[in-house]
């Protein structure tokens, strides 16, 4: 055997260093180099032998394409996610913070699959008696579903090597470990390594994997960047502490759309879908109340309804505070001053409070208008109707500009029995909506006289 050579690791993105830097040199993160044994075995380093077939050079028309085969995982809401179901092949990581119910979701999909397919679910932190007591709970089919408790990637190959099965979960990626090299279980080195043979692994034989990733307290994957470089596709599982729902939200997908959105209810048969978001995210008020809008937001493929509300309350502190909950706090700034510029109302006095209900996080701009038609809203102590929704984006120069799909959030917005809508011009219907007065405006001020 080679003699073993000790390396330096980024955590950040994988660059390995032959000796320690503050920074690193690729990726220019401090802090971030780790220090790894390679035992003096050949790892792997994310160079996979075999991962596309025979090495060649050939005419991208010479490339035989096969068709794209998904298999139904029988959640609904987590096939959406993935893009219309699991790819032959596909490697998928899937993070969250513990005890948000990964491994649940993992225990039902696997045993929905059993029926019909091979599978093998791998645990590296739970015994067999526990996963068993779990599906059992949920009352899930568990006669075919096969259980292997180990965290040594040589044994793991092994075992799938006899058993072929066609899809595999490996729960969790962080306990995992290779006789290859000398560090911890956890570690840069051995996370990034066994990651790698299980996605060569996953490319030559066909077989689907699932590999759960643990998160930091940041909400963050942990380990190196250069897994989720890796993977197929990258999920977080995430959700309030004390809320029965969960969000499942794609990051990375190959095989489909990002930023897909996927919702379920925890109950006591597990995670069961929720097929219309909207009506969780909207609260039910017996009357109008100040500060609140709705707004139709899009989430992948998805339109939906969410609430948002403000609360502008005079500040008894030199510099008041922005505060924004699902909201960008950086944007929330911006909006305030076009408001202040645009529209002649100041709130460089004003404590401003922005939360969006049910936890969501809302990452478009069509968020800019609704969001300040609420500050608004709770700054002048007069409620909007409760039947009105907005969107829109909002420029530095005060024009409302116009967001992808109005025409279809606007439908969404009418099968929830909404009668107004505040929209960028350009997202005005050109044929009127049954039931529904659009209103299309070109600047911010318009949009507030609207209100008046």
Request: proline share 4%; charged share 25%.
């Amino acid at each position: 055997m080679a003699k073993a050579k000790t390396q330096y690791v980024c955590s950040d993105c994988g660059t390995s260093h032959t000796k320690w830097n503050g920074q690193c040199a690729d990726c220019e993160a401090w802090n971030t180099l780790q220090e790894f044994n390679d035992g003096g075995g050949e790892a792997s380093s994310g160079r996979f032998k075999g991962y596309a077939g025979a090495s060649g050079i050939i005419n991208a028309s010479d490339v035989k394409l096969k068709a794209e085969e998904r298999t139904n995982t029988g959640l609904t809401e987590l096939d959406r996610v993935l893009g219309g179901g699991l790819v032959t092949g596909s490697v998928t990581l899937l993070g969250g913070d513990p005890g948000i119910g990964k491994s649940t979701l993992l225990t039902q999909c696997l045993a929905n699959l059993s029926e019909n397919h091979r599978t093998l679910y791998t645990t590296g932190e739970e015994s067999l008696q526990q996963i068993t007591l779990r599906a059992r709970r949920l009352e899930l089919p568990e006669k075919h579903l096969r259980l292997l408790a180990e965290t040594r990637v040589e044994a793991i190959l092994a075992h799938a090597e006899k058993e072929k099965p066609t899809i595999m979960v490996i729960d969790s990626i962080q306990t995992m470990y290779t006789e290859m090299l000398n560090s911890a279980p956890g570690a840069v080195a051995q996370v990034r390594e066994s990651a790698a043979r299980l996605v060569r692994y996953a490319k030559q034989t066909g077989c689907s994997i699932f590999l759960v990733g643990h998160v930091t307290k940041e909400g963050a994957l942990a380990g190196p960047r250069v897994l989720e470089h890796m993977v197929d596709t990258v999920l977080y599982f995430e959700g309030e502490q004390g809320s029965r729902y969960r969000v499942i939200r794609a990051v990375k997908n190959r095989f489909g759309a990002v930023n897909e959105l996927g919702v379920f209810a925890m109950g006591e048969k597990g995670l069961q879908n929720v097929k219309n978001p909207s009506a969780i995210f909207l609260s039910k008020h017996p009357e109008p109340v100040n500060g609140s809008v709705i707004m139709v937001t899009r989430e992948g493929t998805r339109p939906m309804l969410v609430e948002a509300q403000a609360l502008v309350d005079t500040s008894h502190m030199g510099n008041p505070r922005r505060v924004a909950l699902g909201l960008e706090q950086n944007r929330l700034a911006m909006l305030l001053a076009v408001l202040h510029r645009h529209a002649g109302i100041a709130m460089f006095d004003q404590d401003v409070y922005i939360n969006v209900v049910g936890g969501v996080r809302i990452s478009e701009t069509a968020a800019d208008l609704p969001v300040l038609l609420a500050a608004l809203s709770s700054f002048r102590d007069r409620p909007l109707p409760s039947d009105m929704v907005i969107f829109g984006e909002v420029g530095l120069a005060g024009e409302v500009r116009p967001v992808s799909n109005g025409e279809e959030r606007l439908q969404e917005a009418a099968k929830h029995g909404f009668k107004r809508a505040i929209v960028p011009h350009a997202n005005a219907p050109k044929k009127a909506i049954k039931n529904m007065r659009v209103d299309g405006v070109h600047r911010l001020h318009e949009a507030i006289d609207l209100l008046d």
